[in-house]
Nanobody
Framework: QVQLVESGGGLVQPGGSLNLSCAAS????????MGWYRQAPGKQRELVAL???????DYADSVKGRFTLSRENAKKTVYLQMNSLKFEDTAVYYC??????????????WGQGTQVTVSS
């Protein structure tokens, strides 16, 4: 069974940094896209950063220049380095992957979410 396991959330002061990681577990044939979304209270879930199936890396305008998405393909893991954090970055961050498991069909998978709180 495929799971996306997230870690690295927490409480940080404005201007601080956090690094989130997401590892895909299970037998996976291919990963087509993988990255992070977030959802703040009372708001819709939005894209933060994503390695797309087309080979690009997409970032939300609000995080460009502050957040960096990276990956280790052999570990099926993506990382989100978040610098210069702002109050408005407070949200639950969800890992997302479009992948093809060994058992079952290609589909979009979500992690359980990790809380990031920016507060003084």
């Amino acid at each position: 069974q495929v799971q996306l396991v997230e870690s690295g959330g927490g409480l940080v002061q404005p201007g601080g940094s956090l690094n989130l990681s997401c590892a895909a577990s299970g037998i996976i044939m291919s990963i087509y896209a993988m990255g992070w979304y977030r959802q703040a209270p009372g708001k819709q879930r939005e894209l933060v950063a994503l390695f797309t199936s087309g080979g690009t890396t997409d970032y939300a305008d609000s995080v460009k220049g502050r957040f960096t998405l990276s990956r280790e393909n052999a570990k099926k893991t993506v990382y989100l380095q978040m610098n210069s954090l702002k109050f408005e970055d407070t949200a639950v961050y969800y890992c997302n992957a479009d992948l093809n498991p060994f058992v079952g069909r290609r589909g979009v998978y979500w992690g359980q979410g990790t809380q990031v709180t920016v507060s003084s």
